[in-house]
């Protein structure tokens, strides 16, 4: 039996959930926040409906968070302003953009992400004509992502509702990781960033075992424990740092000058893109193309270039291309 924290002799109100809760926001937007105790106190019931009361507030969209003062008391609050943004609209343009976008995340079936798109989506058509909806919806149909071989997170979604309240909340957590033919760790862990890359999710941050930034493929962890503590992000951190100079996401070491040449068949691809803000493009005799570009990162490099085996020469660096010439040779001997 839970006890109630209520003052001896003192009735529990009697109102309605709405009216309560209505209560508790006003106290809380017109204080820096309120414990638990306190809202008890106020409202006239047991800590139990108080948590309660809490988690509808917190599930209706308000930006709920709770800090841990010196004290060691746990003080709810709204997040700072919130009330002053203006209410959000959309041209049907920008609406367009959003269906379009929606397409290409496919790959977060299963997830808390999901669920919440499909919240946005569903306000975004009550307020719009059955036909303009219709429209939007055959737009982003003919133009959905494609993506064959994509990762099925449905068995990550508690962790994944584990990490974005960390996030949102900059909550620091402990995090089991258990990477591919390795042993699995344990990281105390301040995430920063979650990253979308090439249909998978990232989550970075700082780990504090490591005294240093990590990435992690969200695949590859095994559970999450979120702590008391909170942290604050750098003012100086940027995304980029967790991956260097790396040509995708992995970095393995520092930037290299590329020097690679791209047949007739497969120059247009590599014309159609800008693969570094200091790239230099030549133009070869019979449509050939030669692009130059520093990156880090032999693995993913040589993934990308292996898609277009039978049409690239890999001039430099040395090791790369020996790397390549390697694989070439095991491919051979492979399909013999």
């Not at 507030?57 to 308000?62: M, N, V």
């Not at 791209?262 to 590599?270: C, K, S």
Request: charged share 25%.
């Amino acid at each position: 039996m839970i006890k109630s924290a209520r003052k001896p002799g003192k009735p529990a109100k009697k109102y309605s959930q709405a009216a309560r809760l209505h209560d508790v926001i006003r106290i809380l937007e017109q204080r820096y926040g309120a414990t638990v105790e306190e809202l008890v106190e106020e409202c006239q019931v047991t800590r139990r409906t108080v948590y309660r009361d809490l988690t509808a507030i917190e599930e209706a969209g308000y930006p709920l968070i709770k800090e841990r003062q010196d004290s060691d008391e746990v003080i709810y609050r709204f997040v700072a302003g919130y009330k002053s943004l203006p209410p959000i609209t959309f041209s049907l343009e920008e609406l367009m953009t959003l269906y379009l976008c929606r397409g290409q995340l496919d790959f977060l079936q299963g997830t808390p992400f999901q669920v919440d798109l499909d919240a946005i989506f569903g306000r975004l058509r009550s307020g719009l004509p059955a036909r303009s909806v219709a429209h939007l919806e055959r737009i982003a149909e003919a133009g959905s992502s494609k993506i064959q071989g994509f990762r099925d997170y449905s068995g990550k979604r508690e962790i994944l509702e584990r990490l974005r309240q960390a996030l949102l909340k900059q909550q620091r957590c402990k995090i089991r990781y258990a990477p591919a033919r390795r042993a699995a760790s344990d990281y105390l862990f301040d995430p920063y960033t979650l990253l979308f890359y090439n249909s998978s999710l990232y989550l970075g941050g700082f780990a504090h075992n490591r005294q240093a930034l990590r990435l992690f493929l969200i695949d590859r962890i095994a559970s999450v424990t979120l702590c008391d503590g909170r942290f604050e992000v750098p003012e100086d951190y940027t995304s980029d740092q967790l991956t260097g100079g790396a040509f995708g996401l992995i970095d393995e070491g520092p930037k290299r000058q590329l020097d690679l040449v791209f047949a007739e068949p497969v120059a247009h691809l590599i014309r159609e893109r800008i693969w570094d803000k200091d790239q230099q493009l030549e133009e070869l005799s019979g449509g050939a193309l030669r692009l130059k570009f520093s990156a880090a990162g032999d693995t993913e490099i040589l993934a990308w270039i292996n898609t277009m085996i039978n049409h690239v020469q890999v001039l430099g660096p040395a090791d790369l291309r020996q790397k390549f010439l390697k694989f070439l040779q095991q491919t051979l001997d492979a399909a013999r």
